[in-house]
């Protein structure tokens, strides 16, 4: 009876040792130091018409920035999706504004006024059932000059 509860310890001692000390497989992911929640970004799938699933374009793939003004310029294709989508989470004590120009193929060629408050977010969308094409400039500034602290991602889908 010792020899059985010997083999039985010993074989469970194994089988701990082999659960604690298992490779863990995580997804696919982006690392940022610095940022919430450990700074760990990952990628949300979009599934399209057919059943596909594939990653949406972020030509803002979400910037941490701290400073007095935040600039950013990039290009959308129609080909890459219907809509935009721009956030803007503002973790600063006073309101910010936010400006985007636009222009190109079917952007618009306008310009976008917004004041985000004080500790607040907001998700600007535009749409085209054609696509979503042109090029985007963001310009974030405050009243005060003072140095600001921000999080921005664009994404098309």
């Given at each position: ?7 039985v ?12 000390s298992?490779p863990v ?6 690392v940022?130091?610095?940022t ?6 990952i990628?949300?799938p979009?599934?399209?018409d057919?059943?596909?699933?594939t990653?949406e ?6 910037d ?7 600039s950013?310029s990039?290009v959308t294709?129609?080909?890459?999706g219907?809509?935009l ?5 503002n973790?600063?004590?006073?309101k910010i ?6 222009s190109?193929?079917?952007?618009g060629?306008y310009?976008?006024?917004?004041e ?6 907001a998700?600007k ?6 696509g979503?094409s042109g090029?985007?400039s963001?310009?974030i500034?405050?009243d005060?000059g003072a140095?600001?602290?921000?999080y921005?991602?664009a994404?098309?889908?």
């Amino acid at each position: 009876m010792k020899k059985l509860f010997t083999v039985v310890t010993c074989v469970a001692t194994i089988a701990a040792t082999l659960l604690v000390s298992a490779p863990v497989h995580a997804t696919p992911t982006q690392v940022l130091p610095n940022t919430p929640n450990g700074g760990l970004l990952i990628p949300s799938p979009i599934t399209g018409d057919h059943g596909n699933s594939t990653l949406e374009v972020t030509p803002i793939g979400g910037d941490y920035y701290q400073g007095t003004a935040y600039s950013r310029s990039f290009v959308t294709n129609k080909e890459n999706g219907k809509q935009l989508n721009l956030f803007v989470q503002n973790n600063t004590s006073a309101k910010i504004n936010l400006h985007v120009d636009t222009s190109g193929n079917n952007a618009g060629g306008y310009g976008y006024d917004y004041e985000i408050p004080a500790n607040g977010s907001a998700t600007k969308t535009w749409a085209n059932d054609f696509g979503i094409s042109g090029t985007w400039s963001v310009y974030i500034t405050n009243d005060s000059g003072a140095k600001m602290n921000l999080y921005v991602r664009a994404r098309q889908f």
